[in-house]
């Protein structure tokens, strides 16, 4: 800086003293950069010239950079906690010793139930993980357009009127994925349940936030907006239940009916490959009905989740066979007025 600039800017600006970052860079609170320009250069018009030219754009990419950086190390935070976090809620709580030791048959195969678990992880770490990239990367990316200069408030307007347009027009779209969220973080049903819809039944075969697909007993494929589900049947949590209604004629003795059904039902549940399917002994409820020349009893059965179909079957073979022998006669029951 000449000698004759250095008295008219001290007279102008009261804290310039010569030879200071704040004289070259003309400001009170020169940033960081212009610092270093001064400390390296000693230049008055060289800081000079990197103060009105480069300063600011310098400044600015360096706080762009800084954002960004700091938005993914956030964002990987964040997408490892929630993956550490979705793991957890889909294995439950307890240890792996403690759950091993309380699993019986009726809680299904382990294969599946890992299935079912790695499913419901993988989907709902994959939403809350675009959720918190939503949320982290546009929070980073309106701080680099304000440090860039930008007037954010049309733009805040703008994405405003957008958005309740999108809502507008994707209500069933935002309906089916907060149904199909809750589904999931409640545990409904999942990959091999077999569920009752209302307007379709079925084996699941995937679950997604959005629609859930099944197979009926006829093979045909069932997809199904989870919105639309208003109320679910799951025929394999835990435990399901074969019940049979055996009509017999009137005039049969009807203690001797039930403890053929007892006996024919105890032979079942103690034989090969069907004794892992049935958890409880049967049990003979009684007529649960009179209908015409048809007195109907009921017989019970508690078996592993899903396998009542299988297990009624068998069982009603055995039935007929046993009725075959000791002389009942089976009967058809009125249809009711």
């Known amino acids: 800086m000449s000698l004759t600039l250095v008295p008219l800017l001290a007279s102008a600006v009261p804290w310039a003293t010569e030879g200071t970052p704040e004289t070259a860079c003309r400001t009170r609170t020169p940033s ?35 954002t960004l950086v700091v938005a993914l190390i956030v964002r990987a935070l964040a997408h490892r906690m929630i993956t ?7 294995e439950g709580t307890m240890s792996e010793k403690v759950r091993e030791r309380s699993r019986t048959i009726f809680d299904g195969s382990p294969a599946l139930l890992n299935q079912r678990r790695a499913q419901r992880a993988r989907t709902m770490g994959s939403v809350l993980r675009s959720i918190a990239s939503i949320v982290v990367m546009g929070t980073a990316l309106f701080s680099v357009l304000g440090q860039m200069g930008v007037n954010l408030a049309p733009v805040l307007a703008s994405a405003t009127v957008i958005g309740m347009a999108v809502g507008f027009g994707a209500q069933n779209i935002v309906k089916d994925f907060l149904a199909g969220l809750f589904m999931l973080l409640e545990d409904q049903y999942g990959v091999g349940d077999v569920i009752d819809v209302g307007s379709a039944k079925g084996t699941v075969e995937a679950v997604t936030l959005r629609v859930t697909r099944m197979r009926d007993v006829n093979g045909v494929v069932w997809y199904v907006p989870n919105g639309e589900i208003k109320k679910v049947g799951n025929e394999s949590q835990n435990w399901g239940q074969a019940v049979l209604d055996i009509p017999v004629d009137i005039g049969e003795d009807v203690e001797k009916v039930k403890q053929l059904l007892k006996d024919t039902a105890d032979e079942l549940a103690v034989a090969p490959k069907w004794d892992e399917l049935i958890l409880e002994e ?56």
Request: proline letters at 5%; hydrophobic letters at 50%.
């Open 32 to 66: 960081v950069a212009c610092r270093v320009v001064w400390n390296v250069s000693h230049n008055d018009d060289f800081t000079r010239f990197f103060r009105n030219w480069l300063d600011r754009p310098l400044t600015v990419l360096i706080g762009i950079i800084v």
């Open 84 to 90: 550490r976090i979705t793991l957890r809620m889909s």
């Open 282 to 337: 049967p049990s003979v409820w009684g007529v649960q009905a009179l209908a015409g020349d048809a007195v109907v009893v009921r017989l019970v059965l508690k078996t592993a989740p899903g396998q009542q179909a299988d297990v009624s079957r068998e069982l009603r073979e055995r039935v007929k066979k046993s009725f075959d022998e000791a002389g009942v006669v089976v009967a058809t029951p009125a249809a009711a007025p």
